[in-house]
């Protein structure tokens, strides 16, 4: 078969699957035949993760069984803890996801388990452990003690109850639970790409999830919803609104929380939450943020060459707010949608796992061919250090 170049995979369909299916045109979201706003409306995280996995909607019992094992699964190993304790307070709260999702796999004996029964009680276990990994993190980075988490809690509540110590309002449960349920799965975005790359070599479903939540983290992808939160701060006030972006689209730059690599349309996980974080910043006291929300977006589709060009807000431009409301902290913000869409990363990874080919496409090599080599002692005269190296005392494993 002829190789066509196709830079960003754009153009390129690398896997089949049932979770999810997208029309960007027509602006379409649906998880295994359910449209995004029904789900959103009426359904919860815990029951969105059950039909993602299973393919249909979980029964009563189905659904309160699944409920239980996945509560059993909020709290970690202690000695997590001191994986904890050991991440640098000032580092960003993605980096220390990042190492605290890989290292589960050290506490977890069935970690290199390849069997599918394995692999779906890994996949619980991911769940449920994230949200959690989340707010112990951000207790310590403040000197703050942990808390246990409280098992009779759905995930969302829990993580409320194990990030503050309080027991949410049941709206403020909602708020977060909506918020999860938006971001469980998207088809092949970068970081499900990434954990169906990283699981297509026979690797383990921490590995995937660890190379997922690396992936999420940049600004392009997940990390736009706390880039959203910081221009609203920036901004700070809406009489400043028009003239910040009028600036920011003069320079030509973007304006966060808007474009998709797919949707050219509305992206349909911001019809409900644009709704949603409404009523959510008018229960806060946070009506005036919403407001700035609303008139960039005014500002920015009143724009010919932007609505030309299919940019419409995503799904990051409402969440952001509905975060901050929450009283979350701006670098929490992608932590949750990682902690959300791993139901996505796992399911996609057993999916994959069930007819898996390992992913390897070829790049288009740009350099040069047939050089001599030259020995080293040819190739002029380098600069070197009259100092040998040596460790520094942070560094010496004696120390
Ligand atoms: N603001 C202004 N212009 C934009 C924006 C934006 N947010 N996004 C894209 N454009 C413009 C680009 O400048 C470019 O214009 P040009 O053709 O005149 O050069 C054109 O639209 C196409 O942009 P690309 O980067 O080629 O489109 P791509 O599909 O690769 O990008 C992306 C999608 C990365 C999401 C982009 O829209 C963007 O950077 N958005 C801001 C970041 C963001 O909100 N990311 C979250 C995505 S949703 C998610 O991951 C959950």
């Known amino acids: ?238 009489s400043k609104v028009d003239g910040y972006i009028a600036s920011k689209l003069a320079r030509k730059e973007r304006i966060m929380g808007f474009g998709h690599r797919v949707y050219k349309a509305y992206d349909p996980r911001a019809t409900y939450l644009k709704t949603f974080a409404k009523q959510v910043a008018a229960d806060t006291g946070n009506l005036p943020l919403y407001e700035m929300t609303r008139r960039i977006e005014e500002i920015v589709l009143a724009q010919p060459n932007i609505v030309e060009k299919g940019i419409f807000p995503n799904v990051d431009f409402y969440s952001a707010t509905t975060y901050y409301a929450l009283g979350l902290d701006l670098d929490l913000f992608t932590c949750m949608f990682a902690a959300s869409r791993m139901a996505g990363w796992t399911g996609h990874c057993i999916e994959q796992l069930a007819a898996n080919k390992l992913i390897r496409p070829h790049a288009d090599y740009r350099g040069p061919h047939g050089l001599t080599y030259q020995p080293l002692d040819q190739r002029g005269v380098p600069e070197t250090s009259s100092t040998s190296p040596s460790c520094s005392a942070a560094m010496s494993v004696t120390a």
């Not at 997590?80 to 980096?95: E, F, G, H, N």
């Not at 991911?126 to 949200?131: D, E, G, N, Q, Y």
Request: net charge negative; proline share 4%.
């Open 1 to 238: 078969m002829p190789l066509i170049v196709d830079k960003g995979l754009g153009n390129t369909i690398a896997a089949e699957t049932t979770l999810s299916f997208i029309d960007g045109v027509k602006g379409v979201l649906e998880y295994v035949g359910y449209d995004i706003d029904s789900l959103a409306r009426y359904s919860t995280f815990e029951e969105t993760t059950w039909l993602l996995w299973h393919g249909h909607l979980p029964t009563a019992q189905e659904l309160s069984a699944f409920t239980r094992q996945l509560q059993s699964e909020y709290c970690v190993d202690r000695r997590l803890l001191d994986v904890v304790r050991a991440i640098p307070r000032t580092a960003a709260p993605m980096d220390a996801l990042r190492t605290l999702v890989s290292a589960l796999a050290h506490f977890d004996t069935e970690a290199d388990d390849p069997s599918l029964a394995a692999n779906e009680r890994k996949s619980i276990r991911l769940v449920a452990k994230t949200a959690t990994l989340v707010a112990l993190f951000d207790r310590y980075r403040k000197g703050k003690s942990f808390i246990e988490p409280d098992c009779s809690l759905s995930l969302a509540a829990n993580f409320l109850w194990m990030l503050t110590g309080a027991k949410p309002t049941a709206p403020m449960a909602r708020a977060l639970d909506v918020c999860l349920v938006l971001h469980a799965d998207h088809g092949l975005n970068a970081s499900t790409f990434a954990a169906r790359v990283t699981i297509s070599t026979q690797s383990d479903m921490y590995s995937a999830a660890t190379t997922a939540v690396g992936t999420l983290k940049g600004p392009l992808h997940g990390g736009a919803n706390q880039e959203v939160m910081e221009m609203l701060v920036e901004i700070g006030d809406i």
